[in-house]
């Protein structure tokens, strides 16, 4: 089994930042990549940013260049630094990870983390 416990979300003022971090643990051979989505209540799930093994990102449009994703390879951790924080930007954050976990087989799975709640004041 794979965990990812995911921190940093709490309650900002607009403008200004937060950092959250998430790590991945239990029964990892590698992962590829781990990214950060985030859900507002009774909305979709939508993307913010996911980063690969290599160091490539992709961001969704939402973001406009106010986010960055960063990645410890070594800790399993993944980061998303997030600036210049909107009211609407008020949602649960979750990560995502593709982890193989079995050594014979070179097949990936998707976990999520629990989520962590990100709220921005006006």
């Known amino acids: 089994q794979v965990q990812l416990e995911e921190s940093g979300g709490g309650l900002v003022q607009a403008g200004g930042s937060l950092r959250l971090s998430c790590t991945a643990s239990g029964s990892i051979v590698s992962i590829d990549t781990m990214g950060w989505y985030r859900q507002t209540r009774g909305g979709q799930r939508e993307l913010i940013a996911t980063v690969t093994a290599s160091g490539g990102s992709n961001y969704g449009d939402s973001v406009n260049g106010r986010f960055f994703i960063s990645r410890d390879l070594a800790k399993n951790t993944v980061f998303l630094q997030m600036a210049s924080l909107k009211p609407e930007d008020t949602a649960v954050y979750y990560c995502?990870?593709?982890?193989?976990?079995?050594?014979?087989?070179?097949?990936?799975?998707?976990?999520w983390g629990q989520g962590t709640q990100v709220t921005v004041a006006s």
């Open positions: 995502s990870a593709d982890v193989r976990t079995d050594p014979q087989y070179l097949a990936f799975h998707l976990y």
